[in-house]
């Protein structure tokens, strides 16, 4: 179904072309007559993002005149606002950004950093063992933000209006409120008991001294505040000057070691992104400190050889497996943030020979035990991100994800900033091979130093063929790469973009050695076909992460998207903008 809502009057119209009660294939917006010469421009802006507030603040930055680079920084702070149990000013982001003018690709990197006075054994509990409570709850699981540098930089380098005018969607809406939804008030209920540890959260998320429901209107005047400081200051509204005294002094009063210079001395990174092909797709990605590039291309390089489309169902889903499960293997032992691990053997992972030595070891018919590929750790003691693609008339691509890790990250909002710090330091190794909240594991890559990036799994990824322009991304923790890498699969079979998120997926990340299944992902056929060649497989109902994608076919030059159906309040919209005289 497509639903016409013209929302702006002149040379603008805007389809909703992929919101997540609409199970249908996504809507293609054909403007004129489709021609076989490729478009040199989309015909408007479509935006794919995990709350409509935020899709729309985006659309009517582009109608004011912004690119969108601008329209990701109203969605992204929008978002922050709208669905803070996901993202927001105190988290971290990746951008994955095209120049339309230049052509050039860049990744911006906003992650969170470690404190200059973290210590590994601050996570340890009296026993040695790591305390998950230390490493996901309160001041000593928040990482030194990075969202709002990565909002300034993107504004101010790539962005055409001036950064007010693109947080002023996000400030009103802090002020003047939204309704709850449902996905705010059950991860809520899963935090309840961290959140209310600190009065500060408290009185922002149980105003009336219980949990928010469904449809009461939340509004965060604190936020608004600090969003005007950023606005008004730039970076140094955040990073210095009052905002940033309350924020150390709410980590400190509740346990954190921060200072004012950890604050003052955050920087957004800019990198290269990765890049690879896929049997015809030309392939954007994350470089670290994301694992998600190296890995999709350690899959992809492997699966290459196969047609996959001419490969029976059972068959095909146990060769993907095996090329997630190495993959997942060296995120274990070589991954973590480029500036500290200078010996990472990235080109040779990422190499066309590596993948027919990993290629050589599958059996066609077989489980490959994770315990017996080499390089297996020894014996060790022991949901809530967001994805938005963004495409503009002027040939801007904009693939984001931003997260504060787990739900409403740490629960410790810093008291007079509204500011939700996450707990993005569960991504460190925090202990040597001790699994994290997603289950995966790390050593001394991914060990906890001063001033270092935690390995992340975001992966926003463009994917490019002579005639289509596709965007992707995920959250899922640890699953992200897998979502995003079958996301991959799917264009590459013709999906569209609502297909593509709809799609039920199922993942492997070497440990556990089973394979996981949303319910419904695989035939009980495939299923039991899986089972003889020795896998184990468990079905898992929790939270599989939420896909936004969007699309430029350059040949019928038609804009789509696609809003993953598991987040009934995602959108993706279209925009249609005539040409310029
Ligand atoms: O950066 C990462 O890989 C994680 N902090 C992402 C967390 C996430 O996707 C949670 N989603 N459900």
């Known amino acids: 179904m497509t639903v016409l809502r013209p929302v702006l009057a002149g040379a603008l119209l805007t389809l909703l072309v992929g919101s997540a009660p609409v199970f249908a294939d996504a809507s293609r917006t054909t403007p004129a007559a489709a021609s076989t010469a490729l478009a040199a421009h989309p015909p408007g802006a479509v935006i794919a993002s995990a709350h409509d507030l935020a899709t729309q603040a985006g ?36 951008y994955l950004l095209h120049d339309g003018k230049t052509g050039k690709d860049v990744f911006v990197d906003a992650r969170e950093v470690a404190p200059a006075a973290v210590k590994a054994s601050q996570y340890l509990g009296a026993d040695g063992k790591l305390d998950h409570d230390k490493a996901l709850d309160g001041a000593l699981s928040a990482g030194i933000p990075g969202a709002a540098a990565g909002w300034v930089y993107v504004a101010r380098h790539y962005g055409r209006l001036p ?9 009103a809406i802090a002020r003047g409120g939204f309704p709850v939804y449902a996905r705010m008030v059950s991860e809520y209920a899963e935090r309840q008991d961290v959140m209310r540890r600190w009065p500060a959260t408290t009185a922002i998320y149980e105003p009336q001294g219980k949990p928010l429901a469904v449809d009461d209107v939340l509004k965060q005047p604190d936020l608004a505040a600090t969003l005007q400081a950023l606005a008004d200051h730039g970076d140094a509204g955040f990073y210095r000057g009052e905002v940033a005294k309350k924020i150390v002094a709410a980590v400190n009063a509740a346990g954190g070691h921060w200072t004012a210079d950890d604050l003052a001395h955050y920087e957004v990174k800019l990198r290269e992104p990765l890049v690879f092909d896929y049997r015809g797709w030309h392939i954007v990605t994350a470089p670290p400190p994301s694992s998600g590039g190296v890995a999709l291309a350690e899959m992809l390089n492997i699966l290459s050889a196969w047609d996959l489309k001419k490969l029976d169902a ?26 500290f691990v200078k010996d990472m053997p990235i080109a040779r992972l990422t190499s066309m020979a590596y993948a027919d030595q990993m290629r050589a070891g599958i059996a066609m018919d077989k489980a490959t035990p994770s315990s017996s590929l080499p390089g297996a750790p020894p014996p060790h003691v022991g949901k809530h ?28 909002v810093a008291a007079g900033t509204g500011v939700l710090l996450n707990d993005e330091m569960d991504d460190f190794a925090l202990q040597a091979g001790v699994p994290n909240v997603y289950g995966v594991i790390g050593y ?70 089973e394979i996981m299944l949303e319910p419904q992902a695989l035939s009980d056929d495939v299923v039991a076909r899986l089972r003889a060649m020795g896998y184990t497989l468990s079905t898992r109902n929790s939270t599989w992460g939420i896909m936004q994608a969007v699309e430029w076919d350059r040949r019928s030059n038609t804009l789509s998207g696609g809003s993953d159906p598991r987040n009934p309040v995602g959108s993706a919209r279209v925009q249609l903008q005539e040409a310029k005289p």
């Open 163 to 171: 950064l007010k005018q693109d947080l002023a969607p996000a400030i």
């Open 314 to 339: 059972a068959t095909r889903v146990h060769l993907i497996v095996e090329a997630m499960r190495r993959a997942y293997r060296d995120r274990t032992f070589f991954l973590g943030d480029p500036d």
């Open 444 to 513: 001394d890559a991914n060990a906890v130093k001063p001033g270092k990036r935690p390995l992340s799994s975001m992966s926003p990824t463009f994917m490019l063929s002579p005639d289509k322009v596709v965007l992707l991304g995920s959250s899922g923790g640890s699953r992200i790469i897998t979502n995003v890498m079958r996301g991959i699969l799917g264009f590459d079979d013709g999906l569209t973009p609502q297909q593509v998120v709809t799609r039920p997926h199922f993942h492997h990340q070497y440990l556990p050695d």
């Open 59 to 94: 659309l009517r930055i582009i109608a004011q005149g912004g690119n969108a680079f601008d329209a990701a920084v109203a969605v992204a702070s929008t978002l922050g606002v709208v669905e803070p149990e996901s993202s927001g000013i105190g988290g971290g982001d990746f």
């Open 385 to 412: 991100t967001t994805h938005f693609s963004i495409i503009d008339r002027e040939g801007n691509y904009v693939a984001a994800t931003l997260t504060v890790n787990t739900a409403y990250g740490s629960g410790l």
